[in-house]
């Protein structure tokens, strides 16, 4: 049954953004599965029906029986081999065909294509999002959700309904009967379904509630192991301990509040369930006893009692399940589905290759505060291959101005551009490739040393990596790497984010994948800080090879930065307060001349070096 697996694309792209209601957002994850989930719904609504079939076939059998066993199989030759199909091969296939859309369709694929869709709208969202939460709670909530929806999907189409088809067949097969029997049954449920609008509601919100707190301690969990270096040179190992003790308490608190609610729904099922063979095979025994049914009607309500007796445990089950798992849908959608911060506009586009320009149009920035950080009215214009320095305090406003250049976060006001068109005018790809930063603090991946230096360009390929990494002085170092799997060299992995690396071994890969990009506009952020005094001279001579051509911004505090740049430009409390060359600002006093006296050594020796 191959042709099941090809129902829908796991990997369907969703239109626009997921809705921030919960019948919406589902449709939003679902678009594109609904001939696979109504296929499913149908044929479990037939294998459902056919309980209600096999009680009525026992029913026959046991009344035609009764009715004499010399002429059974003459007259009732042709319904047994009929009753003999229905068990033999129509009831099975509809079973084997359930399963297949179930297993095959619905549960692999369905998983597949919510992860894409909540992992492809969470890759689009602005720093500003990933900044505010745990990376691992992020993670954790598109499992659960994904994880969710799935389950929910499957046990709507497959087991609600088979059950409601069952109930209907078992309730026209009693009533067929005899009406009283069906008045019996439906009196049951009545009380059946009462029990359940009291309970589900209920277990959904503390489903919720669990779902929050279980994503709460893996949040915690990921960030202790994430920064163990830290806790280990602090010597915190308990005070981290005590932070998962509390986050599992908390989650335990949670996990008990809906157990207990659970506990008590589904005692109360247990006595109904007791109760419907009682009342039912016990009606059928007294209207027996009247004259008013049939051997046959006695068979066919013990089977439907027994059956729907054991069903509706299993039914309360599965509902309970689905409410705790819409819960968990409501808690993940509440985290993943709000709009990005940065789009793109409708007339965004893509451009030709940048020349370098690049003007700060009176830019106000402050992280969404109403004071303190971020820039406030930054001017400033860079011509195309001119190296311009940023220096200043820290707080001054010189990192978040490089932030704003790639669109990491949108400006509030005044604006950017990028040969003279406002950077918002491009698609954010198309913005990015022209832009290679490099940060003080580098970012790798777990993943080989070739894959995290072809980040740069990945179509360049593997020649072109090793003569950028040639380049960036990080090839020798990288032909000795060898990883816990035995890969060596260009094929080692680095381990999550580059902890085998020195720090100066990380800042020379992630030059080499900014030399690889070759894009027109390089953005350093302090790039050889990391670097020991050896070093820190190869990598210079690649940085100058590096920004021959290019526009370049830099935040600097260190000569080798400085020196090789045609402007410095001085900010503080998020504005352009000097600018010009060292020695003009060192005449000027102020804010760069009490920098330079503070600095201990790492500007001596400027003449020498800009030499």
Not at 10 to 19: E, K, R
Not at 165 to 187: E, I, Q
Not at 509 to 534: C, F, G, H, N, Q
């Amino acid at each position: 049954m191959q042709w099941t697996e090809r129902l829908f694309d796991p990997y369907a792209a969703a239109d626009g953004a997921p809705p921030g209601e919960i019948g919406p957002f589902a449709r939003w994850l679902l678009a594109d599965t609904w001939r696979a989930v109504g296929l499913l719904a149908v044929v479990a609504s037939l294998v459902g029906a056919s309980e209600a079939m096999v009680a009525w076939l026992i029913g026959w059998i046991v009344d035609a029986a009764a009715a004499g066993a010399d002429r059974f199989f003459a007259e009732q030759g042709p319904l047994l081999v009929a009753a003999a199909l229905f068990f033999l091969v129509i009831r099975p296939g509809l079973m084997i065909l359930s399963s297949a859309l179930s297993s095959r369709s619905l549960g692999p694929g369905l998983f597949h294509l919510c992860i894409w869709r909540l992992h492809n709208h969470t890759l689009g969202q602005s720093l500003r999002f990933f900044e505010d939460d745990f990376t691992g709670r992020l993670a954790q909530k598109q499992m659960q959700t994904a994880n969710a929806l799935t389950d929910t999907v499957n046990e709507l189409t497959n087991s609600i309904g088979f059950a409601i088809a069952a109930a209907a067949g078992a309730f026209a097969a009693l009533v067929a009967a005899d009406l009283r029997l069906g008045l019996v049954m439906a009196a049951w449920l009545g009380v059946y379904f009462m029990l359940v609008r009291h309970f589900l509601p209920r277990i959904r919100v503390l489903a919720q509630r669990r779902a929050e707190a279980r994503a709460a301690l893996s949040g915690q969990l990921v960030d202790s192991l994430s920064h163990m270096a830290t806790v280990k040179l602090f010597a915190h190992a308990g005070r981290e301990a005590e932070a998962a003790r509390g986050a599992l308490a908390r989650y335990r608190e949670a996990a008990l509040a809906f157990g207990r609610k659970v506990q008590a729904f589904r005692a109360l099922l247990a006595i109904l369930a007791g109760v419907l063979p009682v009342v039912l095979i016990g009606t059928a025994l007294w209207l027996w006893s009247a004259g008013a049914a049939s051997v046959g009607v006695i068979a066919i309500a013990g089977f439907l009692a027994m059956r729907l007796s054991q069903m509706s445990g299993w039914i309360s089950f599965t509902a309970m399940g689905i409410f705790a798992n819409v819960g968990v849908v409501e808690d993940g959608m509440a985290t993943l589905s709000p709009p990005h911060e940065v789009t793109d506009r409708a007339d965004a586009a893509d451009g030709s290759r940048a020349e370098g320009a690049i003007a700060y149009d009176n830019v106000v920035f402050r992280y969404g505060r109403p004071r303190g950080g971020g820039l406030t009215g930054f001017k400033l214009a860079i011509a195309p291959g001119e190296k311009v320095a940023l220096v200043g305090r820290s707080g001054a406003g010189k990192s978040t101005a490089l932030a704003l250049l790639p669109r990491l976060y949108d400006v509030e006001s005044g604006r950017i551009s990028l040969d003279g068109a406002d950077i918002r005018s491009f698609t954010q790809d198309h913005l990015r490739r022209q832009i290679a930063f490099v940060t003080q603090e580098t970012a790798m991946f777990n993943r080989s040393a070739l894959d995290n230096i072809l980040y740069g360009r990945p179509e360049a390929g593997r020649n072109a990596a090793i003569a950028a990494a040639e380049e960036a002085a990080a090839d020798e170092f990288i032909r000795g790497l060898e990883d816990h799997k035995g890969r060596r060299g260009y094929d080692a992995f680095l381990g999550e984010r580059g902890v085998k690396l020195s720090g100066g071994q990380r800042q020379r890969i992630a030059l080499a994948r900014a030399i690889l990009k070759d894009a027109p506009v390089l953005a350093l952020d302090e790039a050889t800080a990391a670097l020991d005094s050896e070093t820190e001279a190869q990598v210079q001579r690649a940085l100058e090879r590096l920004m021959a051509g290019r526009t370049v911004v830099a935040i600097a505090h260190r000569l080798s930065t400085i020196a090789r740049m045609d402007r410095i430009v001085v900010m503080d409390g998020g504005r352009v307060v000097q600018e010009g060359d060292h020695a003009t600002l060192l005449a000027q006093g102020g804010i760069y001349a009490d920098l330079w006296a503070h600095q201990s050594g790492g500007f001596i020796g400027l003449d020498e070096a800009a030499e």
